[in-house]
């Protein structure tokens, strides 16, 4: 015996029909449409006079296929209003905390020795509080020249720091980074600014420094090269030191 349960729209509880002849499997079955990813199937029992329908994704036969979509859209968490589903809008994702190098000012030269302080001002652009690190790196060697400790910067937020180092005897191809921390521990960086610092070449300093840094027999050879032994009238190089 096999029991076919037909279940009326807005009737409660299914209506059963019971055949002796005509198994499930025996009756004519043909493919009606897809609806939210599930096939729907016309049914024929022969000695039904009303066909019915059905779906794999839900459990039942039905009289009518809008029945069939009204339990398929239920079942995927929908609203059915009669002939129709719909589904409600999801709280969209809040994005991700963003850094950006606002502005910054640095020296466009410097003398070797004196320090190179630069000023930036880092800003969340994002929608929720991030922690960041601004880093000054020297883009030559990938040395760290200096960084801020950790900062909290709320959305739409922004703070300025200074972070500084001493400018070698050459131009300084200097990087500055705007780092976040990801809520897993791990850095990404954000942004970054790429500027020099150009070296100001002191000629006089430096060629005193030259010069004082050889030795007494080195200057006599580069003196006596000289007319007169002398590059300033009255003076004698290698027997004094240069100040």
């Known amino acids: 015996m096999v029991i076919i349960e037909l279940s009326h729209e807005g009737n409660e509880g299914p209506v059963t029909y019971v055949s002796n002849k005509h198994p499930i499997g025996k009756m ?34 039905y009289f009518a296929i809008s029945a069939v979509k009204k339990r398929i859209c239920q079942g995927q968490g929908g609203t059915w209003d009669g002939s129709s589903c719909s589904f409600d809008e999801p709280e969209p994702e809040p994005e991700p905390a963003k850094g950006s190098i606002t502005s910054y000012n640095s020296p466009s030269s410097e003398d070797p020795g004196d320090t190179v302080t630069v000023s930036a001002t880092a800003k969340n652009i994002g929608t929720v509080s991030g922690s960041f690190r601004l880093r000054l790196q020297d883009r030559d060697t990938n040395f760290e020249v200096d960084s801020t400790s950790l900062f909290t910067l709320t959305a739409g937020a922004s703070t300025t720091k200074t972070l500084s180092g001493v400018m070698p005897d050459r131009d300084w191809n200097l990087k500055l980074i705007l780092e976040r921390t990801l809520p897993t521990g791990a850095v990404t960086v954000d942004d970054e600014k790429k500027f020099t610092a150009i070296n100001i070449v002191d000629w006089w300093t430096a060629f005193k420094a030259w010069w004082n840094s050889l030795a007494t027999w080195q200057k006599a050879l580069i003196v006596a090269g000289t007319a007169g032994g002398t590059i300033i009238g009255g003076t004698t190089l290698y027997k004094a030191r240069m100040t």
């Open 28 to 61: 004519g079955v043909s493919y009606v449409e897809t609806y939210l990813g599930c096939d729907i199937y016309y049914v024929t029992p022969p000695t039904v006079p009303s066909a019915i329908y059905r779906s794999p994704c839900i459990t039942g036969d």
